[in-house]
Nanobody, 119 residues
Framework: QVQLVESGGGLVQAGGSLRLSCAAS????????MGWYRQAPGKQRELVAA???????NYTDSVKGRFTISRDNAKKMVYLQMNSLKPEDTGVYYC?????????????WGQGTQVTVSS
Protein backbone atom coordinates (compact mmCIF):
# COMPACT_ATOMS: atom_id res chain seq x y z
CA GLN A 1 0.00 0.00 0.00
CA VAL A 2 1.42 3.35 -1.07
CA GLN A 3 1.79 5.94 1.66
CA LEU A 4 3.07 9.50 1.53
CA VAL A 5 3.62 11.25 4.85
CA GLU A 6 4.45 14.95 4.96
CA SER A 7 6.13 16.77 7.82
CA GLY A 8 7.82 20.08 8.50
CA GLY A 9 4.96 22.53 8.26
CA GLY A 10 4.30 25.18 10.84
CA LEU A 11 3.97 28.86 11.61
CA VAL A 12 6.73 31.18 10.43
CA GLN A 13 7.14 34.91 10.00
CA ALA A 14 7.46 36.47 6.58
CA GLY A 15 11.01 36.19 5.35
CA GLY A 16 11.59 32.96 7.24
CA SER A 17 12.27 29.45 6.03
CA LEU A 18 10.76 26.00 6.35
CA ARG A 19 11.75 22.62 5.00
CA LEU A 20 9.00 20.18 4.14
CA SER A 21 9.69 16.47 3.95
CA CYS A 22 7.67 13.67 2.39
CA ALA A 23 8.38 10.05 3.26
CA ALA A 24 7.19 7.48 0.76
CA SER A 25 6.56 3.78 1.33
CA UNK A 26 4.97 0.88 -0.47
CA UNK A 27 6.20 1.97 -3.88
CA UNK A 28 9.16 1.83 -6.23
CA UNK A 29 9.99 5.42 -5.42
CA UNK A 30 12.58 5.99 -8.13
CA UNK A 31 10.13 5.55 -11.00
CA UNK A 32 7.72 8.23 -9.77
CA UNK A 33 7.69 11.90 -10.54
CA MET A 34 7.22 13.77 -7.27
CA GLY A 35 5.55 17.05 -6.63
CA TRP A 36 4.47 19.50 -3.97
CA TYR A 37 1.07 21.12 -4.28
CA ARG A 38 -0.58 23.66 -2.06
CA GLN A 39 -4.12 24.73 -1.39
CA ALA A 40 -4.91 28.09 0.12
CA PRO A 41 -8.27 28.72 1.78
CA GLY A 42 -10.95 29.22 -0.84
CA LYS A 43 -8.59 28.42 -3.71
CA GLN A 44 -7.90 25.43 -5.89
CA ARG A 45 -4.96 23.16 -5.28
CA GLU A 46 -1.97 24.27 -7.36
CA LEU A 47 1.34 22.75 -8.30
CA VAL A 48 4.21 24.46 -6.49
CA ALA A 49 7.19 22.37 -7.55
CA ALA A 50 7.88 19.06 -9.24
CA UNK A 51 10.84 16.81 -9.84
CA UNK A 52 11.02 14.04 -12.41
CA UNK A 53 12.53 10.65 -11.77
CA UNK A 54 15.55 11.92 -13.67
CA UNK A 55 15.93 14.91 -11.40
CA UNK A 56 14.60 17.69 -13.63
CA UNK A 57 12.68 20.32 -11.72
CA ASN A 58 10.04 22.91 -12.44
CA TYR A 59 8.40 25.55 -10.29
CA THR A 60 5.41 27.79 -10.40
CA ASP A 61 6.50 31.33 -11.17
CA SER A 62 5.65 32.74 -7.75
CA VAL A 63 8.18 30.52 -5.96
CA LYS A 64 11.06 30.53 -8.44
CA GLY A 65 14.29 31.52 -6.77
CA ARG A 66 12.82 30.95 -3.29
CA PHE A 67 11.84 27.26 -3.18
CA THR A 68 13.91 24.21 -4.02
CA ILE A 69 12.60 20.69 -4.52
CA SER A 70 14.88 17.71 -4.15
CA ARG A 71 14.65 13.95 -3.79
CA ASP A 72 16.65 11.16 -2.22
CA ASN A 73 15.77 7.92 -3.94
CA ALA A 74 17.73 5.79 -1.50
CA LYS A 75 15.71 7.16 1.43
CA LYS A 76 12.46 7.44 -0.54
CA MET A 77 12.17 11.07 0.45
CA VAL A 78 11.28 14.29 -1.30
CA TYR A 79 11.92 17.71 0.17
CA LEU A 80 10.81 21.27 -0.37
CA GLN A 81 13.12 23.94 0.96
CA MET A 82 11.17 27.18 1.26
CA ASN A 83 13.06 30.42 1.81
CA SER A 84 11.96 34.06 1.91
CA LEU A 85 8.45 32.96 2.74
CA LYS A 86 5.56 35.32 2.08
CA PRO A 87 2.06 35.41 3.55
CA GLU A 88 0.70 34.30 0.17
CA ASP A 89 2.63 31.04 0.58
CA THR A 90 0.18 30.09 3.32
CA GLY A 91 -1.77 26.91 2.70
CA VAL A 92 -1.88 23.17 3.10
CA TYR A 93 1.03 21.57 1.26
CA TYR A 94 0.52 18.13 -0.23
CA CYS A 95 3.06 15.64 -1.48
CA UNK A 96 2.19 13.90 -4.75
CA UNK A 97 3.63 10.87 -6.50
CA UNK A 98 2.76 10.33 -10.14
CA UNK A 99 3.58 7.57 -12.57
CA UNK A 100 2.40 7.23 -16.12
CA UNK A 101 2.83 4.29 -18.45
CA UNK A 102 1.12 4.51 -21.81
CA UNK A 103 -2.41 5.75 -21.08
CA UNK A 104 -2.42 4.66 -17.46
CA UNK A 105 -1.58 7.21 -14.76
CA UNK A 106 -1.25 6.53 -11.06
CA UNK A 107 -1.47 9.37 -8.54
CA UNK A 108 -0.94 9.23 -4.81
CA TRP A 109 -1.35 11.98 -2.23
CA GLY A 110 -0.24 12.61 1.30
CA GLN A 111 -2.53 13.99 3.98
CA GLY A 112 -1.03 17.46 3.82
CA THR A 113 0.88 19.71 6.17
CA GLN A 114 -0.15 23.25 7.12
CA VAL A 115 2.16 26.15 6.37
CA THR A 116 1.22 29.53 7.79
CA VAL A 117 3.27 32.63 7.07
CA SER A 118 2.48 35.65 9.19
CA SER A 119 3.12 39.20 8.04
Amino acid sequence: QVQLVESGGGLVQAGGSLRLSCAASGMIFSIYAMGWYRQAPGKQRELVAAITRGGSTNYTDSVKGRFTISRDNAKKMVYLQMNSLKPEDTGVYYCNAAYQYAAVRSDYWGQGTQVTVSS
